[in-house]
């Protein structure tokens, strides 16, 4: 699925792919495609509606 966040940096919008197997609780660390900056991403998956709930900030 793909879902979208707005960089924590530049406030650009990025596009994710979000991998349902890796689990319903994900932190990863994502590169803006604008900026280039790190975002620390959290995602949280709700496995039985497939709604996916996105937070990012800053790196660190
Ligand atoms: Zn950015």
Request: glycine share 4%; aromatic share 10%; hydrophobic share 35%.
């Given at each position: 699925?793909?879902?979208?966040?707005?960089?924590?940096?530049?406030?650009?919008?990025?596009?994710?792919?979000?991998?349902?197997?890796?689990?319903?609780?994900?932190?990863?660390?994502?590169?803006?495609?604008?900026?280039?900056?790190?975002?620390?991403i959290?995602?949280?998956?709700?496995?039985?509606?497939?709604?996916?709930?996105?937070?990012?900030?800053?790196?660190?």
């Amino acid at each position: 699925m793909r879902k979208i966040f707005r960089c924590a940096w530049c406030f650009e919008v990025n596009e994710i792919f979000v991998d349902f197997s890796a689990g319903e609780d994900q932190i990863y660390v994502e590169d803006c495609q604008v900026c280039c900056r790190p975002n620390t991403i959290h995602l949280r998956i709700d496995m039985t509606t497939n709604r996916v709930e996105i937070e990012n900030e800053h790196e660190g």
